[in-house]
């Protein structure tokens, strides 16, 4: 099966510039993730959907990030404006739905801030 | 709420020696554990999970983890190290409540020597 598809792979901006990052889940998977991992640091989630439901977005900086999921199937995270500590690779993950079950990760985005 | 603690920031061994890479982890319900390796630039990849079945839990390229209820550690160990395993490892913790949030620990970066 395909994976977790996430683009662009790389991306740099000025602060104060605006950024989007698009997601594209496994078929069929219900649960999508957006992770902030800085450098030297474990993922951090900043918001998961259920279908085109939000079901936890408490870490997410909501002055400065957004993330829809329209549909139900691919998902997009924008930061508006960006800081210098925004600088990390944003992941997405998704799964299936139900307890236990794993997470499948794409490659990730490493944004850098100037 | 749910925590996890790896206690090695980084971990060396020589190829074709054993490995072992440490994971403590609180939790006010029964838990499910997983282990995650992430190579460079890359997404992070499910090497094996615990969810309240064995104890001992085998997961991909021969590495196994033991759950230990008493010392609250779920350690993943693997017979010989190859030169292959040499990337960041991840213990994540979930509660097996209505909350889905995955908690991951900071991770430890495995070297392995020829």
């Known amino acids: 099966e395909a994976g977790v598809a996430q683009s662009p792979r790389y991306k740099i901006i000025e602060k104060r510039q605006s950024v989007a990052f698009w997601c594209n889940p496994i078929s069929g998977h219900a649960t999508l993730y957006w992770y902030q991992q800085i450098l030297g640091q474990g993922p951090k989630l900043l918001i998961q959907f259920q279908n085109n439901g939000v079901v936890d977005d408490s870490q997410l900086p909501k002055d400065r990030f957004s993330a829809e999921r329209l549909k139900g199937v691919d998902s997009t995270l924008k930061i508006q404006p960006a800081k210098l500590e925004d600088s990390a690779v944003y992941l997405c993950?998704?799964?299936?739905?139900?307890?236990?079950?794993?997470?499948?990760f794409g490659d990730g985005t490493r944004l850098s801030i100037l | 709420a749910q925590s996890v603690t790896q206690l090695d920031s980084h971990v060396s061994v020589s190829e074709g020696t054993p490995v072992l890479l440490r994971c403590n982890y609180s939790?006010?319900?029964?838990?499910?554990l997983f282990w995650y390796v992430q190579h460079p630039n890359k997404g992070l990849q499910l090497l094996l999970k615990y969810t309240s079945a064995a104890t001992l839990v085998k997961g991909i390229n021969g590495f196994e983890a033991e759950f230990k209820k008493s010392e609250t550690s779920f350690h993943l160990t693997k017979p010989s190290a190859h030169m292959s395993d040499a990337a960041e490892y991840f213990c994540v913790v979930r509660e097996d409540n209505y909350g889905q949030n995955f908690v991951f620990g900071p991770g430890t970066r495995l070297s392995v020597l020829p």
């Open positions: 939790s006010s319900y029964s838990p499910s």
């Open positions: 993950a998704s799964s299936t739905q139900g307890a236990n079950q794993p997470q499948h």
